[in-house]
Nanobody, 123 residues
């Protein structure tokens, strides 16, 4: 089994910062990409940021210049440093990990999601 667990959410005032973390554990061979998504009240889940195994990053336009995604390959973790937070950043933030697993069907890539962590930005 594979487990993806987010942490670091909370309540912060507009203009403040938060750092989210996501840890991946379980029977995996390696981790390819890791990403953050979010779902605000009454909205669909949307892409926030992604980092590949080689460290290439991609950001949604809405967070570019304010958020920084990073990963620690030795610890199978990914972080999201969120600065200059705005009320519209309020959402449940979800971590996604694309991992390689060796199963009865051979080596394949699988996608796993965490349960999310709430981020609330007050005005």
């Amino acid at each position: 089994q594979v487990e993806v667990v987010e942490s670091g959410g909370g309540l912060v005032q507009a203009g403040g910062s938060l750092r989210l973390s996501c840890a991946v554990s379980g029977s995996i061979v390696s981790i390819n990409g890791m990403a953050w998504y979010r779902q605000g009240p009454g909205k669909q889940r949307e892409f926030v940021a992604d980092i590949t195994g080689g460290g290439t990053t991609t950001y949604a336009d809405s967070v570019k210049g304010r958020f920084i995604i990073s990963r620690d390959n030795a610890k199978n973790t990914v972080h999201l440093q969120m600065n200059s937070l705005k009320p519209e950043d309020t959402a449940v933030y979800y971590c996604n990990a694309r991992v390689n697993r060796n199963t009865a069907w051979g080596m394949n890539e699988y996608s796993y999601w965490g349960k999310g962590t709430q981020v609330t930005v007050s005005s």
